[in-house]
Structures are given as structure tokens and as C-alpha cells.
């Protein structure tokens, strides 16, 4: 187990290397299977990290080219992380993860990952200066994420907390913060899609511990969840960055290899 990531960027849409340079970099850690995630085409606004509908075709054809050249190996897939708000879907794919990156308040996209500068703007602007309010509209759209996309994957389902480090801007124990996230693991569990344990946030400095927190996490799994465990890699080093204190942290809960899932599927 472990040795698979189905979370990866490439230059493709804003991750640093090139598929080849993640396939050589998976080999060489003993990686039985890659997962692709380039961030699909969103058509209803500009997204700057996001693929186009052309490098969407370009990537997916580089890729099934890759699955034939290392098919005696390693398993390569090819999937693309969808953000709720993406309207089209350029191609066919492996798998999908179903993310939310943006809010959707009066014709404007506010993205929830890119800085607490901007959360706490568009809290002010939109939640009364109530960043638990805005924390609270992002747990209605991820809850709503597998009846709008049919994802494989739910991705870093409480990315929202990602600048909160220790509840630097708000307090994860307030009753609507809680009662939100409830309400979204609810709405999820019943179309059987794992959770991933995401450790992305980690290897680019701004928390210490994974997506999900460890109170959501036991949630999760008390009420018959699962998981899969990704790097959200950027960055070819990364792969399988904070894995090992994944196997130890997250020891007690259901996580299973999805390269297993996508096969059973087939």
C-alpha cells in the first residue's frame, strides 16, 4: 500500500515537471501505479492554473502514449481534477476528483486555496467579515460535489482550513464549522467514494498535518467512509511526500490502494 499517488500536476496546468519526469521520479520510488490530475478546463471564467480545452487533448493523448511505453512497469491512468464549477469536459478519462477551489457569489469566483488574503476579502465582502460563514458556504458545495460531477475521488475535502494552521483565523471547534462539515461528509458517504488523505498542503509549508483533519477523519470512518492516501504532487521530489507519517497518523482507518478500484471497475 502507498506506493501508487493519484493526485498529480504536471506542467500541463501548474505542477513543475513533465509526465515523463513524474514517471521516471514514480519508478524510481517503486511505485506500482500513477495517477494524472491535470485541472481540468473550466469554461465560465479564467482560471490561470487550470488546463484549456486544447493542452486538455494534448495531455490526455501524451498520456495514453505513456501508458503504452511503461505498460510492463508501471500502471499509468489518466484523470483530471474537476473543480465544481467546470461545465465541460474536454476528452475521456481514467478517473475524475471532485475539488472546489472557488465560492460562486454574485457572478464572482472567490478562490478558497490561493491565500487567507484573499479568504479574508471575500469574507468581508460576501459573509459579513465572517470567515466560519465562508467556511461554511464551501462545506455546502463540496457536500454537493458527488450528485454534480460523479467523481471518483472527493479531493482535500477541507481545504478551506488550509491558512488555518493551528486556528490561526477562525476556530474549527465553533458549532457552525462543525455542523458544516457534518452535513458534507453526510451528503457524501452515500455514493461510496473515497476520501483522500492529502498531504499536498504539507510539502508546500503552510500546514503540518494532511486534508482531513484528524476530527473529520474519525467521522469519516465512524460512520463506514474510506480513504485513499495522495501527495496533491506539484513537484516530482514529492510523490510520496509525508507517507511514511501517513502509515502512523492515519494507522486506525480504512484506506485502500485505488489503482484496486479503478481496476475492479473495469
Not at 476528483?97 to 472567490?110: A, D, R, T
Not at 507517507?243 to 490502494?257: A, G, H, P, R, T
Amino acid at each position: 500500500m502507498f506506493k501508487e499517488n493519484f493526485h498529480t500536476h504536471t506542467r500541463y496546468c501548474d505542477g513543475k515537471n513533465t509526465p515523463g519526469e513524474m514517471i521516471t521520479s514514480a519508478i524510481n520510488k517503486g511505485f506500482t501505479a500513477l495517477g494524472f490530475s491535470g485541472h481540468a478546463f473550466v469554461k465560465d471564467f479564467f482560471c490561470d492554473w487550470c488546463m484549456t480545452e486544447e493542452k486538455s487533448l494534448k495531455y490526455i493523448d501524451e498520456i495514453n502514449k505513456y501508458k503504452k511505453k511503461y505498460k510492463d512497469i508501471i500502471d499509468i491512468y489518466c484523470g483530471t481534477e474537476l473543480d465544481y464549477f467546470c461545465t465541460e469536459l474536454p476528452g475521456e478519462y481514467d478517473y475524475t476528483i471532485g475539488s472546489v477551489h472557488y465560492l460562486h457569489e454574485s457572478g464572482v469566483y472567490p478562490a478558497v486555496d490561493s491565500s487567507l488574503r484573499e479568504q479574508h476579502e471575500a469574507a468581508d465582502r460576501y459573509y459579513g467579515g465572517s470567515l466560519i460563514e465562508y467556511a461554511v458556504r464551501y462545506f455546502e458545495l463540496i457536500g454537493g460535489i458527488a450528485e454534480k460531477l460523479n467523481p471518483d475521488i472527493i479531493g482535500h475535502f477541507d481545504i478551506v482550513s488550509k491558512f488555518n494552521e493551528g486556528d490561526c483565523a477562525f476556530d474549527t471547534g465553533d458549532k457552525k464549522y462543525i455542523n458544516a462539515w457534518h452535513d458534507a461528509v453526510d451528503r457524501l458517504l452515500p455514493y461510496n467514494i473515497p476520501f483522500e488523505i492529502n498531504t499536498g498542503a504539507i510539502a508546500r509549508g503552510v500546514r503540518k498535518t494532511p486534508y482531513p483533519a484528524l476530527d473529520i477523519a474519525d467521522y469519516i470512518q465512524s460512520k463506514g467512509g474510506f480513504f485513499i492516501v495522495t501527495s496533491d504532487c506539484h513537484d516530482a521530489a514529492c510523490l510520496d511526500f509525508f507517507f511514511d507519517e501517513v502509515k502512523e497518523m492515519y494507522s486506525k482507518y480504512n484506506i485502500v490502494n485505488f489503482s484496486d478500484i479503478l481496476k475492479n471497475k473495469q
